[in-house]
T-cell receptor
Framework: DAGVIQSPRHEVTEMGQEVTLRCKPI?????LFWYRQTMMRGLELLIY????????DSGMPEDRFSAKMPNASFSTLKIQPSEPRDSAVYFC???????????????FGPGTRLTVT | EDQVTQSPEALRLQEGESSSLNCSYT??????LFWYRQDPGKGPEFLFT???AGEEKEKERLKATLTKKESFLHITAPKPEDSATYLC????????????FGQGTTLQVKP
């Protein structure tokens, strides 16, 4: 299994530009999660999907951020316009549904390191 | 509000020197507690899930334990390749699919 695939691995852009991050989850996983990791705030959940439908987007910082999952094997996280404070590592993770009363064993991709100048 | 606090922030060990990492948590109805390992420049790698107090899980030199208030990750006779940041996360019943992560413990094992 190739694991969760993310692209690009590194992105450097100027303030005000649109940024699109991409994710391919592990085949068969029904859940997809987008996280952001910074030194100050650690790892934070931005949004997650179940069967391509957004379930909880309460972590999305503001309207400049949007995420889509057009099919079971692809998701995007878009920032428009980007700002320097968006600089972080963005991770995508996927999981099977939890067992009854259980939880989600999430498997993470390698991340996209975003730098906004 | 669900919270996770990990200690220490950083730990330096000599190869073979056993120790423990702590994860204290407050959560409304624990559905799962997770341990992840993260190497520099990589995504977190899943290690263990614990579901109830008293549960223990082992993998090579690592053993995770769980009480009602905290979890420990015991590292027995560590090797330099165990050097990484170890993250703890909880999933509470008040959060649908959301994991709350601690800030992590960065472990360095010197040969």
């Amino acid at each position: 299994d190739a694991g969760v695939i993310q692209s690009p691995r590194h992105e450097v852009t100027e303030m005000g530009q649109e940024v699109t991050l991409r994710c391919k989850p592990i085949s068969g996983h029904d859940y997809l999660f987008w996280y952001r990791q910074t030194m100050m705030r650690g790892l934070e959940l931005l949004i997650y999907f179940n069967n391509n439908v957004p379930i909880d987007d309460s972590g999305m910082p503001e309207d400049r951020f949007s995420a889509k999952m057009p099919n079971a094997s692809f998701s995007t996280l878009k920032i428009q316009p980007s700002e320097p404070r968006d600089s972080a590592v963005y991770f995508c993770a996927s999981s099977f549904p939890p067992l009854a009363g259980g939880s989600y064993e999430q498997y993470f991709g390698p991340g996209t390191r975003l730098t906004v100048t | 509000e669900d919270q996770v606090t990990q200690s220490p922030e950083a730990l330096r060990l000599q190869e073979g020197e056993s120790s423990s990492l702590n994860c204290s948590y407050t959560v409304s109805g624990l559905r799962g507690l997770f341990w992840y390992r993260q190497d520099p420049g990589k995504g977190p790698e899943f290690l263990f899930t614990l579901y109830s107090a008293g549960e223990e899980k082992e993998k090579e030199r690592l053993k995770a334990t769980l009480t009602k208030k905290e979890s420990f990750l015991h590292i027995t006779a560590p090797k330099p390749e165990d050097s990484a940041t170890y993250l703890c996360a909880v999933h509470g019943s008040s959060n649908t699919g959301k994991l709350i992560f601690g800030q992590g413990t960065t472990l360095q094992v010197k040969p």
